[in-house]
């Protein structure tokens, strides 16, 4: 089925570990997403992009890097992750801007110990 | 700048009595909304969406919401809940005119409300 994939689904990490969460989407759109969620907060925008090689910052875009290297991926990197950044993290993709609907991928639940 | 706040942070119902979702926003142009919901650990999916057409709309799963500018209320209803309704619900507002350019593109999410449903 198209959608939005997300991988891992699950990581423990160790405080000050790397590591990259991926999203792929197979419905050629240009906008993809990158949300955390946390109990009481609803989502919160880390980082987005616009199009292949363009990323732009969200509200929460402290201690993570993203990119977009092609069309159809767009990776969330924690280059050294804190206990802060447990959380569950969605990705999502739209066509275009506004009215247009997100689809999201089923989550990545990140514990930092 | 835009803001969603959703009133109930849980809502508890009866199987079969009807449900009630309330959401207000603040925007500056003309916005879109939505609802989305979240079974439990499962990604957000779509029920509805409002862009400037009939300000009653219909959903899946017999959930419908009503565009009221002059209260800024966008509320999530439903005539009979069902044990599946069970999940959490998020409004989100998007500002259309400011973000139709790329580059500014940004939704606002609702804090959530965990709808539980009784048997």
């Known amino acids: 089925n198209a959608g939005v994939t997300q991988t891992p689904k699950f990581r423990v990490l160790k405080t000050g570990q790397s590591m990259t969460l991926l999203c792929a989407q197979d419905?050629?759109?240009?906008?993809m997403y990158w949300y955390r969620q946390d109990p009481g907060m609803g989502l919160r925008l880390i980082h987005y992009?616009?199009?292949?090689?363009?990323?732009a910052k969200g509200e929460v875009p402290d201690g993570y890097n993203v990119s977009r290297l092609k069309k159809q991926n767009f990776l969330l990197g924690l280059e050294s992750a804190a206990p802060s950044q447990t959380s569950v993290y969605f990705c999502?993709?739209?066509?275009?801007?506004?009215?247009?609907?997100?689809?999201f991928g089923a989550g990545s639940r990140l514990t930092v110990l | 700048a835009q803001s969603v706040t959703q009133l109930d942070s849980h809502v508890s119902v009866s199987e079969g009595t009807p449900v009630l979702l309330r959401c207000n926003y603040s925007s500056s142009y003309s916005p879109s909304l939505f609802w989305y919901v979240q079974h439990p650990n499962k990604g957000l999916q779509l029920l509805l969406k409002?862009?400037?057409?009939?300000?009653l709309v219909k959903g899946i799963n017999g959930f419908e919401a009503e565009f009221k500018k002059s209260e800024t209320s966008f509320h999530l209803t439903k005539p009979s809940a069902h044990m599946s309704d069970a999940a959490e619900y998020f409004c989100?507002?998007?500002?259309?005119?400011?973000?139709?350019?790329?580059?500014?593109?940004?939704?606002?999410f609702g804090k959530g409300t965990k709808l539980s449903v009784i048997p």
């Open positions: 419905m050629n759109h240009e906008y």
């Open positions: 992009s616009v199009g292949e090689g363009t990323t």
């Open positions: 989100v507002v998007s500002d259309q005119t400011r973000n139709s350019g790329a580059g500014s593109y940004q939704l606002t």
């Open positions: 409002y862009t400037s057409a009939a300000t």
């Open positions: 999502a993709s739209t066509h275009r801007a506004g009215a247009n609907v997100l689809t």
